[in-house]
């Protein structure tokens, strides 16, 4: 039922079928109707010229005896053919001899020259009347009257023709529209079964866009895009399968390295607490990574959701310089710009700013300097991590928000940091950037100010709440 | 301080009721939430250590049956999901605190002696252990009569350290206490600040009150 009411072929076939019917209906009605308007032309031209025939005769002949006689001969052979004469007296001539004719006349009642039809003892007859001037003197009336019925038996032979020919036509108009129909939903078809065929291993599969349909290329076309990304995607998603697999693999061989060797003879106290010691930093790592992983998966899916609070953005970066300058013991930091305040999520924010501070220290050399300023840019609050320092390749620039990409070959850390800080500034509506050259690294962050005026201390809170 | 602990996982639950024991509380382990219920209904616990995923009778059924009976024991629940819904959840059917698994043991044992100790005791004024002095108000620190100056920094992590003698304190719980930094980050920042607290209160004197455990954290204690 369902699959019926909605198949494409069978709506476009009914479609044309009643399309077909009605302008063969129309054409059969305007066929039937000239035929009608031809008939009755005929029959009239006839009757016109009986009842001129009848006129002359009867304003010729002397008497109605010789009127009579004149017109029985006239009339000879004529058959389906009434006409009635009637003088001041009575009935002067009937054809054919019969009471038909005087009943007819009598039916005729006030008709003129214009063709009436009336019906008589189950017949059809079309009829004219006039009056004519006898000879003697005598204003007659003449009625002549033609049986209509072949022509109107034609026309009913023609009209139920025509509707058994209609409800052929619009049978076979069906089943050929089934088939046209069909026959254009080829191409769908195909697509259906490309697309069919396509599984997550064969991605790379796509919809040739030559030979399709114009009607149909603008979806083939953006169901290859689709494919495209789908590809894309599931490439990302094994590689970094692949990576991760990889990540967790490695602390894992240390950890059972260490144990077994570690077991493979009686040690002192010591050494098994050095092992465990050992042992419980390298688990921790591993749940700091898992973490971290499944914070990435779901800012991937767009699960990470930031509460959106007023964050003084100098008064952030005070606190993170308290806490990461401890690590700057030989560079120099610097906080500078304007007392900005954005709406987000205190956590996220002074994670996503401090693994850039963080990554920026450890980048300086000894006597460098790390920077970190706050400007209002286009709407936006700018802040800029900088540091000085040899310059990140241009190859490694591309990938540095990678998950796993270390721009330094063997790196401390667990390649992540700078991917979280970019997934929470993605997830607060901002973008970050970053550019090197020469001596200098800079990494760009924007996000959206809040409403009110910036700049203008915020009577804000959670400004205060620090 | 008896302390009750709901956790299905055996070994979880084994290890829970050793370290807890060890480090001088009276634990009783049940491994289902019916058990947890009865128990936590009986009285006579000073805490309740809840795991939210549980066979049968569920952690918060387990905690909503509690707070519905009028027991006002705190409660600290353990979590696998880092779920945002799952923390409102808890707290708001009256859980005090919360722990995502996995977590430091050292984490869960500050989180236990806050919780027994909120609204119990008065924080002191004046801290002290062995010839270290710190005057909470006047911001004033002292070792062997000596004068030390401390940054502010400085200072508050020597004040966490003296507020809980004895007690292992993990690098996250420090640098969340300390600097409000509340994320688990691969840096050895507090390592350093430690350093150089040592390097002001600890390495000229005698004894040393400051103690790495490697692996877990800090302890300041007298050895």
């Given amino acids: ?466 | 301080m008896k302390i009750l602990i709901v956790e299905d996982e055996a070994k979880t639950g084994d290890y829970l009721k050793q370290g807890l024991s060890e480090a001088g509380f009276t634990a009783d382990l049940v491994r289902n939430g019916l058990d947890g219920m009865h128990e936590g209904l009986s009285g006579g616990h000073d805490l309740l250590i809840l795991d939210v995923n549980l066979p049968g009778l569920d952690g918060w059924q387990v905690l909503k049956t509690l707070r519905a009976a009028g027991r006002e024991l705190p409660v600290l629940f353990l979590t696998a999901r880092d779920q945002v819904e799952d923390r409102v959840k808890g707290l708001e059917l009256g859980a005090d605190d919360y722990l995502v698994k996995p977590f430091a043991f050292s984490e869960l044992l500050a989180r236990v002696r806050t919780l027994l100790r909120r609204g119990r005791v008065r924080e002191a004024e004046t801290l002290a252990l062995a010839d270290l002095e710190l005057d909470v108000l006047k911001r004033r620190a002292t070792r062997a009569g000596q004068r030390i100056d401390l940054t502010a920094k400085e200072f508050a992590l020597l004040e966490l350290f003296l507020r809980r003698p004895g007690e292992v304190l993990s690098r996250s719980f420090i640098a969340s206490q300390v600097w409000d930094m509340n994320f688990d980050s691969d840096t050895n920042v507090v390592e350093v600040a430690i350093r150089r607290l040592r390097a002001k209160i600890d390495d000229d004197f005698t004894p040393r009150l400051i103690h790495t455990l490697r692996g877990m954290g800090y302890v300041m204690e007298i050895r």
Avoid: C
């Fill in chain 1, 1 to 466: 039922m369902g699959h019926w009411r909605h198949s494409i072929t069978l709506r476009l076939s009914l479609a044309f079928a009643l399309l077909a019917t009605l302008v063969f209906a129309a054409l059969g009605a305007y066929l039937s109707r000239s035929a009608d308007a031809h008939m009755a032309e005929l029959d009239a031209h006839e009757l016109f010229g009986k009842l001129a025939l009848t006129r002359h005769v009867g304003s010729r002949e002397p008497t109605p005896a010789a009127l009579a006689a004149r017109l029985n001969d006239v009339l000879i052979g004529e058959h389906g053919v009434l006409v009635a004469v009637d003088g001041e007296k009575g009935p002067i001539f009937n054809w054919p001899d019969s009471p038909l004719a005087g009943q007819l006349a009598a039916a005729a009642g006030a008709a003129g020259e214009t063709p009436v039809r009336l019906t008589l003892v189950g017949r059809d007859y079309r009829v004219v009347a006039g009056n004519v001037q006898t000879a003697w003197g005598e204003t007659a009336r003449v009625v002549v009257g033609r049986d209509i019925r072949h022509h109107t038996d034609f026309l009913d032979q023609l009209q139920r023709d025509f509707w058994l020919a209609l409800l052929a036509a619009a049978l076979l108009t069906v089943v050929v529209g089934i088939l046209i129909a069909r026959h254009g939903m080829r191409p769908v078809r195909a697509i259906a079964q490309t697309a069919g065929q396509i599984s997550a291993g064969q991605l790379a599969a796509r919809i040739p866009e030559t030979d399709v349909p114009p009607e149909l290329a603008e979806l083939v076309v953006s169901f290859n895009a689709m494919l495209g990304r789908l590809e894309e995607s599931f490439q990302r998603l094994s590689d970094f399968s692949a990576d991760l697999a990889h990540e967790l693999r490695t602390p894992i061989h240390t950890l059972r390295m260490q144990t077994e060797v570690s077991l493979a003879k009686p040690r002192s106290n010591d050494e098994y607490r050095d092992l465990l010691a050992s042992n419980l930093e390298e688990y921790e790592r591993l749940s700091r990574m898992i973490a971290d992983m499944l914070f990435l998966a779901k800012a991937e899916h767009g699960l990470i959701v930031p509460q959106r609070e007023a964050i003084p953005l100098l008064e952030l970066g005070r606190q993170l310089f308290d806490y990461y300058g401890i690590l700057a013991e030989s560079q120099q930091l610097v906080l500078e710009g304007d007392e900005l305040t954005v709406r987000g999520d205190r956590l996220m924010l002074q994670r996503a700013i401090g693994n850039l501070l963080l990554n920026a220290i450890q980048h300086t050399p000894a006597g460098g300097r790390v920077a970190l300023s706050v400007h209002s840019r286009e709407g936006m609050a700018a802040i800029t991590v900088s540091n000085t320092g040899p310059a990140i390749p241009e190859t490694a620039l591309r990938t540095i928000f990678e998950r796993f990409i270390r721009a330094d070959q063997g790196g401390e850390g667990s390649g992540l940091g700078l991917a979280i800080a970019r997934s929470i500034v993605l997830a607060h509506g901002g973008n970050l950037t970053a550019r090197s050259s020469g001596e200098i690294t800079e990494f760009s962050l924007t996000l959206p100010l809040t409403d009110s005026q910036p700049g203008i201390g915020e009577p804000q809170p959670a400004a205060s709440s620090q």
